[in-house]
């Protein structure tokens, strides 16, 4: 870990949703760690249960319709599961902080960008001037005239500047861990990677720690310490990335890995490009789980064990874990 300890460790999270009798198991007994001021992804297709456990980690689920089954998500040390709602609201925003992948639809349209980023800071931080201290944080993410637009609405605002609020909402109050859920999906090439470097740069000054939720695999090669791959709502395979992404062991993280698309490949006899591979079938609904390893439908090394029985996870000397019967 890059930092001094532990920040945050998940044990075996089960967040469920419906009832207790037929639970439609979203996130069933994910595990991971982040240390401080690291970035740890946590990559998968859609469908696997990555942002479900991303908004977990501050209890943002609505209980009814989810409930968390099980598990413990310790913040420094505390459980955030127990925590109380006072505690729960200091948590939210001052200490953990979430930039979301669609910033039109997280933006409240009928209030000036100014006032929402303002919000936080008279919540957590009334030891400042929050209009100023808004100003300075909209210029810290790179918006031009930040005097002026702090009076501007969203729609008055293009998507990469949208998304410019957003992480200068959520580093308002300087948290120890930013959630980026998918934070440049809706964005073209070019701000993709100003916004990824305005990340990368505000990281390394406010020494905070990153989750970032992806499934796009050259973003977490070159930013992400560790990651952990998810599948149905588990950790199919984790590690640090240079191990998982250069020694997958797992055939869903292979799968994941053939199918980036590469300019300029070519093919075996030199003469055409390969096709870009994919994943036959589709993941699995939390619903409708199929018996023994989840990813076994679509897997091209199935035994009959793996139709049977789950694998459990299993680690090596550099903690490299993988949930399989057969690894590669």
Known sequence: MEGNGKLLE?????????????????????????????????????????????????????QPPGFYAGGEILFQGDDVLKMTNQRLLELRGRDISYVFQDPSTSLNPVFRVGDQIMEALELHRKDVDAKSEAVKLMAMV?????????????????????????????????????????????????????????????????????????????????????????????????????????????????????????????????????RMKGIPGSVPHPAHLPEGCKFAPRCSRVQNVCKQKEPKIKSDEKCHSVRCYFPL
Request: glycine share 10%.
């Open 10 to 62: 998940v044990k075996y999270l089960k967040t469920w949703f419906g009832s207790e009798k037929e639970p439609i198991k979203a996130v069933d007994g994910v595990s991971f760690v982040v240390g401080e001021g690291e970035t740890v992804a946590l990559v998968g297709e859609s469908g696997c249960g990555k942002s479900v456990t991303a908004m977990s980690l501050a209890r943002l689920i609505p």
């Open 142 to 274: 790179g918006l031009p005239d930040p005097e002026t637009r702090i009076r501007a609405y969203p729609h008055e605002m293009s998507g990469g500047m949208q998304q410019r609020i957003m992480i200068a909402m959520a580093l308002a109050c300087r948290p120890k861990l930013l959630v980026a859920d998918e934070p440049t999906t809706a964005l073209d090439v070019t701000i993709q990677a100003q916004i990824l470097e305005l990340l990368s740069s505000l990281q390394r000054e406010l020494k905070m720690a990153v989750v970032l939720i992806t499934h796009n695999l050259g973003l977490v090669a070159d930013t992400a310490h560790s990651v952990y791959v998810m599948y149905s709502g588990r950790v199919v395979e984790s590690g640090l990335t240079e191990d998982v992404l250069s020694s997958p062991a797992h055939p869903y993280t292979r799968g994941l890995l053939d199918a980036v698309p590469r300019l300029g490949a070519e093919g075996k006899t030199g003469e055409k490009p390969d």
